[in-house]
């Protein structure tokens, strides 16, 4: 019997038909006992709407943004905060479904001197201009020492926005790899990705990184009493070759190795999706079905922001404000 699992609220341009769960989910089950429909048994979601309230079937929920799982809108959850939530929840930070990544990121250390010397200073790629003031902050303490390439949104001076990241960071010796915002655990891929590119990273965002990559491997802001003081190393760095190349050569995950970090993970995710879809169907569901969370479920139909305002920029206070009064004078 096929499974027939569906998608909602994911980013635009997301491939319903040919993504990472979709490829999950074929490597164990097989190409053909997964069906994309419409209506589906099994619905995976994301943060960038609310189609998900209209769907009855077991819910899935995935972030790789700063959001923490709703478990009354959803049966499991995929996300990065290090909780615990019996058999509903598992820790899969962004970064793990950016393999290729991973792949190069392992090899940094591997190279000659010589391209790890040749290069510009530094560079960055921010699109969000709403992210936290922390990484404006450092942006400009950067470039009062020398020029940074931006080839994101924000700041370009490059002439166009890159679409490579690791191609384009692989010219510089030090990447800016700021999260938007900072909460322990939430690690995305802005960072590997810095390691792929074969330079130091300059980091910003999960207090507890060091938990996952070698700290002797990059630049970790929060070693740092300030800003500044992070910043007049990176100064440093860049003026001793000696200091740079011990640095940059560092296994991004210590003397340890832990090159089979990917497939650790992918594995335990493959046990955690087994679960759900190996157990009776009426079994899988987790979320409540008392009238309480009917209730709670139709307040966030009512009270939710429309995300095409939003995403068009415009302020939503008002809607709130309006959509309040409105509830008030009922």
């Known amino acids: 019997m096929k499974l027939r699992i569906g998608f909602a609220d994911f980013y635009n341009g997301f491939d319903i038909y040919n993504n990472y769960w979709v490829k999950t989910l074929r490597k164990i089950y097989g190409r053909n006992m997964i069906e994309v429909v419409e209506e589906p048994d099994y619905l995976f979601f994301s943060c960038f709407g609310f189609k998900h309230l209209k769907y009855k079937c077991i819910k899935i929920f995935f972030t790789g943004e700063n959001i923490i799982p709703d478990f009354n809108l959803c049966d499991y959850a995929i996300g990065y905060h290090e909780i615990k939530f019996n058999d509903r929840y598992f820790r899969m930070p962004l970064y793990h479904i950016y393999r290729d990544a991973y792949k190069k990121a392992l090899c940094r250390h591997t190279y000659e001197d010589a391209f790890y010397l040749n290069r510009k200073f530094c560079c960055s790629i921010i699109s969000n201009s709403l992210g936290n003031s922390s990484r404006t902050q450092m942006l400009e303490l950067l470039e009062q020492y020398k020029k940074i390439d931006n080839g994101g949104r924000y700041k370009n001076n490059v002439g166009k926005r890159i679409k490579n990241k690791v191609d384009f960071e692989k010219n510089y010796k030090f990447v800016l790899c700021f999260e938007n915002s900072s909460t322990i655990g939430y690690t995305t891929e802005k960072l590997l990705e810095g390691f792929a590119g074969g330079g130091v990273p300059i980091y910003w965002g999960n207090p507890n990184v060091e938990s996952e990559y070698n700290r002797k491997a990059f630049v970790n802001c929060y070693r740092f009493s300030t800003l500044q ?36 993970i992918q594995k335990n995710l493959e046990d955690f999706l087994r679960q759900i879809f190996e157990q009776e169907y009426r079994a899988a569901f987790r979320r409540s079905d008392g009238r309480q969370t009917e209730l709670y479920n139709s307040r966030m139909k009512y009270f939710r922001i429309p995300f095409e305002i939003c995403r068009v920029g415009q302020r939503a206070e008002s809607f709130i404000k309006n959509r309040s009064v409105c509830i008030l004078n009922k």
Do not use: P
């Open 229 to 264: 003081d992070a910043a007049e190393y990176i100064y440093e760095l860049d003026s001793d070759d000696s200091q740079y190349l011990k640095v940059v050569k560092e296994n991004i995950f210590g003397n340890g190795g832990e090159e089979g970090r990917y497939e650790t």
